[in-house]
């Protein structure tokens, strides 16, 4: 039942930016830690961005200072801002919550970065 539907990947020029949007069903949004992972061909998934309930957040280094993650609990809906895009960037980001539970991964949504 539970479904995080991850979206607003695409490809974009290094330095570029993306939205990325996950919208939630079947739990309780608002009491949720929530976090955006990432995963490239031949790594290990790494959470880049975290959301506490109370809207307070946390950055991998790597990304600290050009992602930005935010929620609207109204619309169970968390995102994130990526800016200054680089083409390490690219991967398969997803979210889910922090931390993930595994029934809950989705398709999630393909950021290609070009240099």
């Known amino acids: 039942q539970v479904q995080l539907v991850e979206s607003g990947g695409g490809l974009v020029q290094a330095g570029g930016s993306l939205r990325l949007s996950c919208t939630a069903s079947?739990?309780?949004?608002?009491?949720?830690?929530m976090a955006w992972y990432r995963q490239a061909p031949g790594k290990q998934r790494e959470v880049v961005a975290v959301?506490?309930?109370?809207?307070?957040?946390n950055y991998a280094d790597s990304v600290k200072g050009r992602f930005t993650i935010s929620r609207d609990n109204a619309k169970n809906t968390v995102y994130l801002q990526l800016n200054s895009l680089k083409p390490e960037d690219t991967s398969v980001y997803y979210c889910?919550?922090?931390?993930?539970?595994?029934?809950?991964w989705g398709q999630g949504t393909q950021v290609t970065v070009s240099s």
């Open positions: 959301i506490t309930s109370g809207g307070r957040t």
């Open positions: 889910n919550v922090d931390p993930p539970i595994s029934a809950y």
């Open positions: 079947g739990v309780i949004f608002r009491v949720l830690t």
